[in-house]
Nanobody, 127 residues
């Protein structure tokens, strides 16, 4: 599985942004797909995950009500995962990463090591 995140940029507080993650690989549909972020001087943190089976979603408290994770899975080798972000705050400024892990979706929420990581995309929320 290869992952590539995109869609970051500069946005004003209160604005919206949609991040995309392109995932290629035959077994993508079985993976739980997560978004993580790392702000300057801080550790990487979980943001959201969508399961590979039923599309079950979980969010960090900081993302609930503002962010929405979704995915498009198909028979094609390339599939997409999105993170729609709204009501953005300066605290959302970070490098955002997409990642994949097989197994239970709750393992992603609980911080288990992800199987694959993509390169990050920078999101800056500033006026």
């Amino acid at each position: 599985v290869q992952l590539q995140a995109s869609g970051g940029g500069l946005v004003q507080p209160g604005g919206s942004l949609r991040l995309s993650c392109t995932a290629s690989g035959r077994t993508f549909s079985s993976y739980n797909m997560g978004w993580f972020r790392q702000a300057p001087g801080k550790g990487r943190e979980f943001v959201a995950v969508i399961s590979g089976s039923f599309g079950t979603t979980y969010y960090a408290d900081s993302a609930k009500g503002r962010f929405t994770i979704s995915r498009i899975s198909g028979d094609d080798a390339e599939n997409m995962v999105y993170l729609q972000m709204s009501s953005l705050k300066s605290d959302d400024t970070a490098v955002y990463y997409c990642a994949a892990r097989q197994g239970s979706v709750l393992e992603v929420v609980r911080g288990y090591t992800m199987d694959y990581w993509g390169k990050g995309t920078q999101v800056t929320v500033s006026s």
